[in-house]
C-alpha cells in the first residue's frame, strides 16, 4: 500500500514553544490530507482537512490559529502548534488521499508531543 | 452526518479459535466502509475497505469483513486467530455520494489473543 511518513516521531518542548510536524505521502499524490489527535485509549479525533493550495478546513472546536496547518504541495502537509501548552500533549497522525471517491485514506506512524 | 459504533471495548480470543470485531454505521449515501488496526505508539495500519460489489471482503493477514448493508453492520473476522493480531482494530465510514469527506472511526476495539 501506499506509503505516508511523519517527522518527527515524537516531540518534547517547553511550554509557550511551537512545533512542526511535517507529514509526506511517499509514492503518491495527497489531493488531501488529514490531521487527527488522538489521546490515550482513545478514538482518532479529526482536527481538520486540507487541500493542497488551499486554506484547511477545521472540524468545530479547533482553533485554527493554534493548529496552523500548510498543504503546500501534493506530498507534503505541515501542522504547527504554536504557542504549545501541556494540554496539546497528545498523539497527533496525518493521514493523506489520492483521487476522490473509493481512494483509501493511508496513515503517518504517528507523533507523539509533550509538551513540559 | 455519519457514524460509526463499535459496541465491544474489548474481545477476547484463545489463539486458533475465530474472532469477530463488531461495527455498525450510520450514513446518509453510499457507505465506504474501512477497518484499520494499530499497534502501540503507531499509526494506523489498512486492513480492508468495502466500496462496492461483492459483500464479502478479503483483506491483510487473513481478515475479512461482510457488508449487510439491512443491519447497516460491518463486521471484522479471522478464522484462526494468532497472537499477533492483538491490538486497537477501527472500524470507519465515509459518505461515498459527498466528494472528498474525511473518515468518521469508531472508539476502536482492543483484541487480545490468548497462547
Known amino acids: 500500500g501506499a506509503v505516508v511518513s511523519q517527522h518527527p516521531s515524537w516531540v518534547i518542548c517547553k511550554s509557550g514553544t511551537s512545533v512542526k510536524i511535517e507529514c509526506r505521502s511517499l509514492?503518491?499524490?495527497?489531493?488531501?490530507m488529514f490531521w487527527y489527535r488522538q489521546f490515550p485509549k482513545q478514538s482518532l479525533m479529526l482536527m481538520a482537512t486540507s487541500n493542497e493550495g488551499s486554506k484547511a478546513t477545521y472540524e468545530q472546536g479547533v482553533e485554527k490559529d493554534k493548529f496552523l496547518i500548510n498543504h503546500a504541495s501534493l506530498t507534503l502537509s505541515t501542522l504547527t502548534v504554536t504557542s504549545a501548552h501541556p494540554e496539546d500533549s497528545s498523539f497527533y497522525i496525518c493521514?493523506?488521499?489520492?483521487?476522490?471517491?473509493?481512494?483509501?485514506?493511508?496513515f503517518g506512524p504517528g507523533t507523539r508531543l509533550t509538551v513540559l | 452526518a455519519q457514524s460509526v459504533a463499535q459496541p465491544e471495548d474489548q474481545v477476547n480470543v484463545a489463539e486458533g479459535n475465530p474472532l469477530t470485531v463488531k461495527c455498525t454505521y450510520s450514513?446518509?449515501?453510499?457507505?465506504?466502509l474501512f477497518w484499520y488496526v494499530q499497534y502501540p505508539n503507531r499509526g494506523l495500519q489498512f486492513l480492508l475497505k468495502?466500496?462496492?460489489?461483492?459483500?464479502l471482503v478479503k483483506g491483510s493477514y487473513g481478515f475479512e469483513a461482510e457488508f449487510n448493508k439491512s443491519q447497516t453492520s460491518f463486521h471484522l473476522k479471522k478464522p484462526s486467530a494468532l497472537v499477533s493480531d492483538s491490538a486497537l482494530y477501527f472500524c470507519a465510514v465515509r459518505d461515498g455520494g459527498s466528494g472528498n469527506t474525511p473518515l468518521v472511526f469508531g472508539k476502536g476495539t482492543r483484541l487480545s489473543v490468548i497462547a
Open positions: 468495502y466500496i462496492t460489489g461483492d459483500n
Open positions: 493521514s493523506a488521499r489520492g483521487a476522490a471517491g473509493g481512494s483509501t485514506q493511508y
Open positions: 509514492d503518491f499524490q495527497a489531493t488531501t
Open positions: 450514513v446518509s449515501g453510499n457507505p465506504y
